[in-house]
Nanobody
Framework: QVQLVESGGGLVQPGGSLRLSCAAS????????MGWYRQVSGKQRELVAL???????NYADSVKGRFTISTDNAKKTVTLQMNSLKPEDTARYYC?????????????WGQGTQVTVSS
């Protein structure tokens, strides 16, 4: 069983910064990639940023230049540094990971952490 636990969400003023972290645990043999998605109530979940085990990254156009994703493969964590936050960044942010476990593998999700950007 694989668990992903996010932390670091909260309330921040426009122009401020937040750092989200996600830690993976369980019977993980290998992590192929990790990422962050976000979802606003009533809308589809959308990609924010992805990073592969090799370090290749992919960002949504709306966050390029403001957000930075990074991983610590040894610690099985992924971090999302969010700068210059805007009200439209308000959403619930979910961590995911594509992993190989002892028995199989697949895509796993965390429970999410709320980010609210408001004055």
């Amino acid at each position: 069983q694989v668990q992903l636990v996010e932390s670091g969400g909260g309330l921040v003023q426009p122009g401020g910064s937040l750092r989200l972290s996600c830690a993976a645990s369980g019977s993980i043999v290998n992590i192929y990639g990790m990422g962050w998605y976000r979802q606003v109530s009533g809308k589809q979940r959308e990609l924010v940023a992805l990073i592969t085990r090799g370090g290749s990254t992919n960002y949504a156009d709306s966050v390029k230049g403001r957000f930075t994703i990074s991983t610590d493969n040894a610690k099985k964590t992924v971090t999302l540094q969010m700068n210059s936050l805007k009200p439209e960044d308000t959403a619930r942010y979910y961590c995911n990971a594509e992993v190989q476990t002892v028995k199989s593998g697949g895509l796993y999700w965390g429970q999410g952490t709320q980010v609210t950007v408001s004055s």
